[in-house]
Every structure is written in C-alpha cells, then in structure tokens.
C-alpha cells in the first residue's frame, strides 16, 4: 500500500524554507484567510456595538503587537508604552490641524515621528536591563506626561485636541462601519510586517538578544543596536495605533495615556503570550471584551435580590478594574505562556487525535 494514502502525524518540518513558513500548514493558511473574509464582512453582519469593540481591538492590537516585539521577542521590560500610543495620536491631529496634512498620510507620519521618540527613550535604556529598565521606561512615561501637559502648542493642554476625520477622496471615513475597514487595513498591514520581520536577520537578532545576550553578543551581535532599534520599532506600532485611535474619536486628551493604559498593555501581551504575534491580537481581544463581559453579568447579578446583600451595583467601576488584575494574576500562575499557547496546544490536540503523540 502507498504511504501517499496517509496523512502526516505531528508537526515536522523538512527544509529550512518550510520552518521559516508564515503558516504552519494549510489549514492555518485556510482559516486565516476565513477570520479576514469574516472581519470584511463584519459591518454588514453585527451593529455598531460589536463593531466599535472590534475597532479598539484592532488599535490595541497594534500598539500590543509593537510591545510585544520589545519585551516579549527582545526582553526589554516597557510601562511606558501609553505615552508613545498617546504621542501618536496627538501627532497625526497636530500634522493635520497645523499642517493640513491629509489624515490618510498624517497617520503613518505620526507613525514614523513616535518612532524617533522611542529611539531617543532607547538610547539611555539600551544600557541597563531587568529592574532598572523598568524604572527608566517608568521615568519615560512621566515625562511624555508632563510633555502633553505643558506643550499646548502641540497637544493642546488641558483643553486637548481635535483630531479631523478620516477622508480619501472627498469619501469620509465617519461612522464605525466605515472606519473599521482603515483600522482592518492597517491591521493586516502591521501584522504581516512584524510576522515576516521575525523570520529575518533582525528577527532572529531580537530573540538571540531575549534569549542570552552574553551568547549573542560573542555571535556577533550588536546589543546596544537591536535593543535601540527595538525601542523604536515598538514606538512606530504604538504611534501607529495611537493614530488611528485619536481619528475614531476625533478627539485627543492628556488624561487618557496614564500609567494604567500603560499596564492595560502589558497585560494584553501576557495574557496573549510573549514574543507571540497572533497572542498579541488575542490579548487585545480579552482585554476589551473583558470589562465589557464584567460589566454586564455584575449588571445581571445588580437586578437580583443578591444586590440587596452585596449592593453590586455601586461596585461596578471597581469590579471592572479589579477584575483585569485578578486575570492577570491567574493568568501567570496558570497559564503563563498565555493564549496563543494555548491554542496552539488545543490545534495539536484536534490535529493528532486520536492519538496522544
């Protein structure tokens, strides 16, 4: 009998092109390409609800995917990572309301411009490492901080700034169902971009840098450089996805990029999974649907008579923030490898069933 009539059992690879491969076989291939079929069709089959939700998972996503690259593919611990989401967004509605540059390339400027800002934040952090890291990006979120506060000429200070709609061609990108086809392209975009930066040179250079500096750096590698460069590859997806968040709202304030939007990103790629592309989108969807989940069963159990007992009610708003750090806390006791992990685990089990290698 032809072995050409069995189907391969496991995961192997044969060549180096197919280790390197973007998609693991072809039914990842097929049911990527399915989830982008169902997200362009989204519009046309959910309410705005559900689409303003998927919105802000994908401009989270974004700025999630460029933390993951410093910390979860470099090692270079960030709580800083709010404040250059924020400076993206009050970039592309300076470059617009000061500039009149369009608002479809003020977006990527804005990009690129928070990408210089995390190269020059890099600079001094490319030299120290675990704790002292943390607190030199601690040191950079306070002073973006007061940065937006004091330069109204760019942020506008207290008062904040507007940021003009999205329009191509004399077509306005207004309403949610519209917009969410600009956050869908530069999802894909950014996404295919990191996924095929890390099979490159520097890809690789990142995770040799996370996995044991003193080995790489025998090899060759230049230290300083890649973790400088990381610092600012990460800003770039920030700005990016800061961008995209300022133009949805059409408006920019100091308030919103604090310290807690800064650990809300943190905890987005550790629930995702470090050093994991696709984890840094699924982290970004468990962290938006999450309050949203608290909200309403805490508003479910509000309608009881329980709320006399426990009076729910008035606790919402901090069951809500409690609730993301207590996931995070089970998340690193129980599943510290995060949900990309895990899917993968679930996918291998489908894939050798029934048998248990």
């Known amino acids: 009998m032809s072995l050409k009539k069995f189907r391969p059992c496991g995961d192997f690879r044969t060549s180096y092109a197919a280790d ?22 989204s519009p046309f089959l959910f309410d705005s609800y559900i689409i303003s939700l998927l919105i802000y998972i994908g401009f989270y996503g974004i700025a999630a995917l460029g933390l993951n690259i410093l910390v979860g593919c470099t090692g270079q611990i960030s709580v800083g990572h709010a404040v250059f989401f924020g400076f993206g967004a009050f970039a592309s509605a300076w470059l617009s309301n000061k500039f009149l540059v369009p608002v479809w390339l003020a977006i990527p400027i804005a990009a690129i411009m928070t990408a210089f800002v995390g190269l020059i934040f890099g600079i001094p952090a490319a030299r120290v490492k675990g704790l002292y890291l943390a607190i030199a990006t601690l040191a950079a979120q306070f002073i973006m901080e007061d940065f937006f506060s004091r330069a109204a000429w760019f942020t506008g200070g207290v008062d904040g700034a507007s940021a003009e709609p999205l329009k191509i061609f004399n077509f306005y990108f207004d309403t949610d169902q519209k917009y969410f086809y600009i956050v869908l392209f530069w999802l894909l975009v950014s ?25 790489a750096e ?95 009610s008035n606790a919402i708003p901090f069951i809500k923030e409690a609730s993301i750090g207590l996931v995070i806390i089970l998340f690193l006791i129980f599943e510290p490898n995060g949900l990309a992990y895990r899917w993968g685990q679930i996918r291998a089990w489908f894939k050798l069933y029934p048998f248990s290698y």
């Open 191 to 215: 996404f295919l971009l990191v996924s095929n930066l890390m099979r490159t040179r520097d890809g690789r250079a990142f995770l040799a840098v996370r996995d044991h500096y003193l080995s």
């Open 218 to 312: 025998m090899m060759g590698i230049n230290l300083m450089k890649y973790r400088i460069l990381s610092f600012g590859i990460s800003s770039f997806f920030a700005g990016l996805g800061g961008a995209l968040y300022g133009h949805y709202l059409s408006f920019v304030s100091i308030e919103e990029f604090n310290i807690q939007l800064s650990i809300f990103f943190l905890a987005m790629i550790i629930i995702g999974g470090l050093g994991s592309v696709r984890g840094s989108l699924m982290g970004a969807a468990f962290m938006v649907l999450l309050p949203e989940v608290m909200d309403y069963l805490t508003r479910s159990l509000a309608e009881t008579s329980i709320d006399q007992m426990l009076s729910l």
């Open 20 to 41: 390197m491969s973007m998609f693991q076989d072809k039914g990842s291939y097929y049911l990527t390409l399915g989830g982008i079929i169902l997200l362009a069709l």
